[in-house]
T-cell receptor, first 107, second 114 residues
Framework: KNEVEQSPQNLTAQEGEFITINCSYSVGISALHWLQQHPGGGIVSLFMLSSGKKKHGRLIATINIQEKHSSLHITASHPRDSAVYICAGTTGNQFYFGTGTSLTVIP | NAGVTQTPKFQVLKTGQSMTLQCAQDMNHEYMSWYRQDPGMGLRLIHYSVGAGITDQGEVPNGYNVSRSTTEDFPLRLLSAAPSQTSVYFC?????????????FGEGSWLTVV
């Protein structure tokens, strides 16, 4: 069993829709990261959070420490948001990665 | 700042050949790591380093060597390439292992072993 589980694995949305990607983890972590990976490209850090909520533009990330759950929301989705979104928990030396959610936003 | 620089971007190797993937960061980060990414699987840790002269194994270290002679550089060596090592490799760094810090990735190296 993976220490970090993401859902859904694949997601297709119409442009403008509100999108939610979920992440649950079973290990004690000091922080949770949301990463974005475009096809054929590198990986970029979107958020790092250890409590509460963070917002950057149309992206919002939340974490519930007690429930060991985090969500990434995208408001007013756009085709350029199409990418793989990865959540990762860190305990210090180790990062535990989810397998990613592949998002396709259709114009 | 260049961030994390990883080379080469693409490489084809024959079974049994050796090669080195280079990784350098200019952010004075203590923590550096190598991952491989395979279809349907999350990023898997190969080796990591928490400072110059200190390295340790990750989840899938077999067939790979690393060294950390300077803070900036963390090369990954494939000793005798096998088809099972066909993958995308990412180098990553962050400021410190003790705090939750932003992680920076290189652009990836696509390796095919034939």
């Amino acid at each position: 069993k993976n220490e970090v589980e993401q859902s859904p694995q694949n997601l297709t949305a119409q442009e403008g829709e509100f999108i939610t990607i979920n992440c649950s983890y079973s290990v004690g972590i000091s922080a949770l990261h949301w990463l974005q990976q475009h096809p054929g490209g590198g990986i970029v850090s979107l958020f790092m959070l250890s409590s509460g909520k963070k917002k950057h533009g149309r992206l919002i990330a939340t974490i519930n420490i007690q429930e060991k759950h985090s969500s990434l929301h995208i408001t007013a989705s756009h085709p350029r948001d199409s990418a793989v979104y990865i959540c990762a928990g860190t305990t210090g030396n180790q990062f535990y990665f989810g397998t990613g959610t592949s998002l396709t936003v259709i114009p | 700042n260049a961030g994390v620089t990883q080379t080469p971007k693409f490489q084809v190797l024959k079974t049994g050949q050796s090669m080195t993937l280079q990784c350098a960061q200019d952010m004075n980060h203590e923590y550096m790591s190598w991952y491989r990414q395979d279809p349907g699987m999350g990023l898997r840790l190969i080796h990591y380093s928490v400072g110059a002269g200190i390295t340790d194994q990750g989840e899938v270290p077999n067939g790979y060597n690393v060294s950390r002679s300077t803070t900036e550089d963390f090369p990954l060596r494939l000793l005798s390439a096998a088809p099972s090592q066909t993958s995308v490799y990412f180098c990553a760094s962050s400021y410190s292992r003790f705090r939750g810090n932003t992680i920076y990735f290189g652009e990836g190296s696509w390796l095919t072993v034939v």
